[in-house]
């Protein structure tokens, strides 16, 4: 039997107006290459970076929301090392004095979180070579910088994950956890979150006594990191892949090297990208451009309101006793919805006629959202087209406009028209057979177009027939 120990790096691009030191645009949409750049992001000589406090307060924001303990202190630190991506030589991180200790997120403990910046986006578009890209032959690499300097934070756990499905959950609180904040939209499929699982296998034997203390510790098998992936599928997959992997090379008396490895999506399968760097190799010190933070000093840190967190709105939710735990999730995930649905329970006093609301939001209002997103119906026509008979109350909120409803003193007319058109069924309900009435009342429903109220045209239909 192994033990299976993960622990999470996770980096998300925080929703600012501007990047991380300079005033250049933060948009993850722009499809301009090299558009939002200048001398400060591009590490021109004599350009200096200046502090983003919108970056600094939502990474804040976050840590209130885990129940994090947020630092008095802070800096800045220069974490050196070369990739065509980062333009510097080196980037702008934190190291010793991390914005936040501690906390907790979906019952897994967090070690710290912290503010850097991002790198650029290398591209390696195969079959480009030509001239124009000067002598040679073979596929190129280019750089965009549009990404680079962007606010990023980085998210660290504690070692305490077991699962590819524990690891999986976890991300998705936490990009429902940023979605909440306002800070940042976590789009994994665009990069905006990106994960990091450090995986460790090792032959359980339970715990043992840690030397000179009476506490207890779990021995870890040797770390290996996979890198930068972009789904919670790849995370679950990933994780999955190296659980086997190791636990192969371990049972084949082999060992597990500590090294950092990519996720090939196409094979399914992990691959080695290099031997895992140390903290030192790094070269961390502080960044004698900015300076350091006493945030405890800075009046826009000290007011940090949190708005109704996801676990407290799932809660809440749960509470009502008539939704689903897929119904909580799908209002959870998708904010409008959830504010619309949460306005129409209010005004709403009836617990059935809630329960109807909360089956048209989250059937038919949602279903119309997929095409049109941004759309929800008027409030006023979807309160009262919830006593309208199921037909029109579908009909009026998915036009915005309330249904017309016949009147009544009409309805005689129009079933001795639907009698007069069927005198077979006609006799077969007089012969007693029930299915007939359904399929007069059918052809009633149709001939109104719907708007007809099933109760009162079932009574004219038998009251003519009687």
């Not at 043992?208 to 995370?235: A, C, I, M, P």
């Not at 001939?447 to 099933?454: Q, T, V």
């Amino acid at each position: 039997m192994y033990k299976v120990t993960v622990g999470l790096e996770i980096h998300a691009e925080l929703k600012t107006a501007t990047k991380m030191f300079c005033a250049c645009r933060n948009d993850a949409d722009e499809k301009a290459p090299n558009k939002n750049i200048c001398p400060v992001c591009m590490a021109h000589p004599g350009s200096l970076p200046v502090i983003n406090k919108e970056a600094v307060r939502k990474v804040l924001l976050v840590g209130t929301a885990v129940g994090g303990t947020l630092a008095d202190y802070t800096e800045f630190d220069r974490k050196n090392y070369f990739y065509p991506d980062i333009p510097k030589g080196y980037q702008i991180s934190q190291y010793k004095h991390p914005l936040v200790s501690g906390g907790s997120l979906a019952g897994v403990a967090l070690t710290r979180i912290h503010l850097e910046e991002d790198t650029a986006r290398s591209q390696h578009p195969e079959g480009k070579r030509d001239a124009s890209y000067g002598a040679g032959s073979g596929d190129i690499s280019l750089v965009d910088y549009n990404r680079a300097g962007v606010p990023l934070m980085e998210l660290v756990t504690e070692p305490m994950i077991h699962s590819a499905q524990e690891a999986g959950a976890f991300a998705r609180e936490l990009q429902l956890l940023l979605r909440t904040l306002g800070a940042g939209e976590a789009n994994m499929e665009k990069g905006e979150m990106r994960v990091e699982a450090n995986i460790s296998v090792a032959p359980d034997k339970g715990p043992s006594l840690d030397q000179g203390s009476s506490r207890t510790v779990l021995k870890l098998g040797t770390k290996v990191e996979v890198k930068n992936l972009n789904s919670f599928r790849s995370v679950e997959r990933a994780i999955a892949y190296e659980i086997v992997r190791q636990s192969g090379l371990l049972q084949s008396g082999g060992a597990v090297a500590q090294e950092t490895r990519g996720w090939d999506e196409i094979k399914n399968a992990t691959y080695l990208q290099r031997k895992k760097e140390s903290s030192h190799d790094y070269r961390y010190f502080p960044d004698p451009d900015l300076p350091s933070l006493r945030l405890n000093e800075i009046s826009r840190f000290q007011d940090l309101k949190l708005p109704e967190l996801p676990w407290q709105r799932r809660e809440r939710l749960r509470g009502l006793g008539f939704l689903q735990e897929q119904d909580i999730e799908q209002l959870l995930v998708d904010a409008p919805l959830a504010g619309f649905f949460n306005q129409a329970i209010e005004q709403i006093t009836s617990t059935e006629l809630k329960k109807s609301a909360a089956n048209y939001i989250l059937n038919d209002v949602a279903g119309v959202r997929k095409n049109n997103p941004g759309w929800l119906p008027d409030m006023a026509v979807f309160i009262k087209a919830l006593n309208l008979p199921s037909p029109q109350a579908k009909s009026s909120i998915a036009s915005g406009v309330l249904a017309q409803v016949i009147d009544d003193s009409v309805l005689p007319e129009l079933v001795r028209k639907v009698i007069d058109a069927n005198p077979a069924v006609v006799a077969d309900y007089k012969a007693g057979k029930g299915a007939a009435l359904q399929f007069l009342i059918g052809q009633g429903m149709r001939a109104s177009k719907g708007s007809a109220n099933p109760q009162a045209l079932t009574e004219a239909i038998q009251k003519i027939l009687a």
